[in-house]
């Protein structure tokens, strides 16, 4: 995972400042050493490195220090706060035109960066948002390109306009709007051919596109593994055609990630999305905050929380609360849950996106399969006796051992564990409900 190395090493920094009581200025700028070194590492561009840590250094030194937090905790969060800052603050969204108004994006960037699949997963995200949007190959240079977009836009639903290889960009943009006029699209996505390297043709071919149809956003792609280059390649782009914003692929991989802090910083303009895998759906909004705070060790706890809210069905969630007050819960409930935290992404993904956790991981063999084994166990159960395990006797337990192909003691397992937190549960309910107050001390 991108950010792994920089994450450690500046928990490391950390770790030791939150251990001292007072901070001396050689402390600070000791730390921030360690800090500067770590962002280069990372290849974070190096003005920018230079500028950050001497925003951190004076907000730092001469600081008054919060009464609530220690001086650890306040360089912490002073590096924080500006590496929310280096990101751009706010979360950018692409600007779209309201109604059924066009609203006409390029996208461009180099052969490979991800264009083509980054296109598609845009067009994929615009009509969840409810919007029609139509997707058109200028590629004429490779046939597979134009072949990709169709293939990647049927999966995705969305109409894919093309005219072959026969006629110039230009006027398959000017006539992918009019057919989008026509047939009540209202998001035209372009997408433009791309070169190896920058090169004189392309950023012409994208200018005549610019200077000669409304272009309301152009929107760079580049990959995330190529480091520095990503930045060099979103400054020129930036300077000879003018882009909006920048889509930074690949960080799903095991790239520095120095990209992710630079762009902004070198370019003015934001990064939109990040690109988290090959599949369609692998595309997540850029929220510098989050992504400093994954950076800095703190996990992503709000992207954990988007995704939690995005596939947990809250009446479900709601019933069970309420089983669990009544410490009514059974392996249907949990056998539901288990399948709640598989749609999230499995244990690893979740895990990796705690505070504290994330860095320490990738040493860590989660066993994902102790929890096939755990469903394989409950799936052997009758319908009667996942709703009510009391009648599990020895002689069920052995069949259901037989059924998951696992041998009785862990069935006696599960089944202690599971009487474990049901008594729990009731302990708990009780106390929340005033019944344990003079033992448990609520
Ligand atoms: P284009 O030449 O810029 O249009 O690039 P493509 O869309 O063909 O993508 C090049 C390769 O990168 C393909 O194998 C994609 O599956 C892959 N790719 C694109 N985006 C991502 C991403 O966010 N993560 C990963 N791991 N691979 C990606």
Do not use: W
Not at 101 to 116: R, Y
Not at 119 to 146: E, N, Q, W
Not at 398 to 413: L, M, P, Q
């Amino acid at each position: 995972m991108a950010f792994d190395n920089l994450s450690e090493k500046l928990q490391n920094v950390f770790k030791n400042l939150r251990g001292k009581g007072r901070l001396s200025e050689a402390d600070v700028k000791a730390a921030l050493k360690e800090v500067k070194m770590a962002l280069l590492e990372a290849d974070v561009n190096f003005k920018v490195v230079k500028n950050f840590i001497k925003s951190v250094e004076e907000r730092a030194i001469g600081q008054d220090v919060m009464s609530s937090l220690t001086p650890g905790q306040m360089v912490i969060k002073i590096v924080n706060e500006e590496m929310v800052k280096l990101m751009g603050d706010q979360t950018t969204e692409i600007a779209l035109k309201s109604g059924n108004e066009i609203t006409v994006i390029m996208m461009c960037g180099l052969q490979g960066a991800g264009k083509t699949t980054t296109t598609a997963k845009i067009a994929g995200k615009l009509k969840s948002k409810g919007k029609k949007p139509l997707l058109v190959a200028c590629d004429i240079y490779r046939p597979a390109a134009i072949k990709q977009l169709q293939v990647n836009g049927e999966k995705q639903g969305v109409n894919v306009f093309s005219m072959g290889d026969g006629h110039k960009p230009v006027n398959i943009a000017k006539a992918a709007i009019e057919h989008a006029a026509k047939n009540g699209f209202n998001v035209v996505i372009l997408d433009t051919a791309g070169r190896l390297h920058i090169d004189e043709e392309m950023m012409e071919e994208l200018i005549e596109i610019k200077t000669n149809v409304e272009i309301h956003q152009a929107i760079l792609v580049v990959d995330a593994m190529t480091g520095q280059d990503a930045v060099n390649v979103s400054e020129m782009f930036n300077e000879k055609i003018g882009i909006d914003g920048v889509i930074l692929t690949k960080l799903d991989g095991d790239t520095r990630g120095g990209a992710a802090l630079s762009i902004r910083a070198v370019t003015g303009r934001p990064i939109l999305y990040v690109g988290m895998g090959e599949k369609l759906s692998d595309l997540e909004q850029f929220y510098p905050d989050r992504m400093a705070s994954r950076i800095l060790g703190m996990g992503d706890i709000l992207t954990l929380i988007d995704k939690a809210q995005a596939e947990i069905d809250e009446d479900k969630a709601k019933e069970l609360e309420k089983k669990m007050r009544k410490a009514e819960f059974d392996f249907n409930d949990f056998l539901d849950q288990m399948q709640q935290i598989k749609k999230m992404g499995g244990l690893t993904d979740i895990l990796s996106m705690m505070p504290g956790v994330g860095s320490q991981l990738k040493n860590v063999d989660i066993d994902e399969n102790a929890m096939s084994g755990v469903e394989a166990i409950i799936y052997s159960m009758t319908k009667e006796e996942r709703s009510n395990p009391n009648i599990l006797n020895p002689s069920r337990k052995k069949r259901i051992a037989a059924g998951a192909g696992v041998d009785i003691s862990e069935v006696n397992k599960l089944v202690k564990q599971f009487e474990n937190s049901r008594k729990m549960m009731k302990q708990m309910s009780g106390m929340m409900s005033g019944k344990g107050k003079k033992r448990g001390g609520f």
